[in-house]
């Protein structure tokens, strides 16, 4: 048997990790910059008392399902953020609301431009596509290595990881909804005169909205999935009561924080679609 020798995969990887630390000033710009995004957010959410945060929500649920079946997703709504405001945890959704937003705002802003590169250009695809697929199956739980190494603890470590985690599939979709474009419209907006800009402004991008607004909500979806495994590294919210409960081993309370989870990702998910959905009633 011939004797092959172990790869210092693992050294090579942490000596990148210690290099690429010593840029503090760099990544502690990218850290300001995700904690005013997130304060932001949280400023706004504590603004309001939460009776009106509620009704607010039941009030913009109504517009976005108007000419639509609303009353089970505003019953569920109501009951299911009383329900949240009755077991204390008001403060908890909202921080882990403001994680899922923020994660979501960063992937949305550098995905979608991703997907239509991708999408125009060939080279650019064969580059990222094995990426996406590096993204979406490495564990999670590995994200945070690097995130605490680069961030430290905290809310902004939590964003990365869920940016990481959360990417892939808005870029896929955009990607694919911009292929899937018919070449016959394509051929005739060309006979046309029309540019580069115009095509992907005006035929393009308003084809592939479905598609692009299902990878979206699927980003959406995976963002609040990682709210339990970011607590992990100090980011606060209702995945770190879940967290807590575990270590517990207090059933009862991973429970009820498990099913304010629930809850939220629900009315999200239906939220998206809803918004989708009037965005197709405009047109």
Known sequence: MFNIPKLPLEDWVNSGVDYLAKFTGFFDAISNFISMIANAFQWFFDLFPVWLFILLLLLVTDYLRRGQKKWGLLSLELVGLLFIWNMGYWRDMTQTL?????????????????????????????????ILDFMQTMPAFVYL??????????????????VIFAMPPTVRMTDLGIRQVPADLIEAAD?????????????????AKNTIMSGVT??????????VIASMIGALGLGTKVYFAVGRNNAGAGFTAGLAIVILAIILDRLSQSLQNKQGDLK
């Open 98 to 130: 403001t994680l899922v937003l923020t994660s979501c705002v960063i992937v949305y802003f550098f995905g979608i431009p991703l997907g239509i590169w991708m999408a125009k250009n060939k080279t650019v695809k064969a580059i990222v596509q094995p």
């Open 145 to 162: 290595i690097p995130a605490v190494a680069f961030f430290g603890i905290g809310t902004v470590p939590g964003v990365i990881a869920s």
């Open 191 to 207: 006979s046309y005169g029309s540019t580069a800009w115009q095509k992907l402004f005006k035929l393009q991008l308003p084809l």
């Open 218 to 227: 699927q980003s959406l979806m995976l963002s609040l999935s990682m709210v």
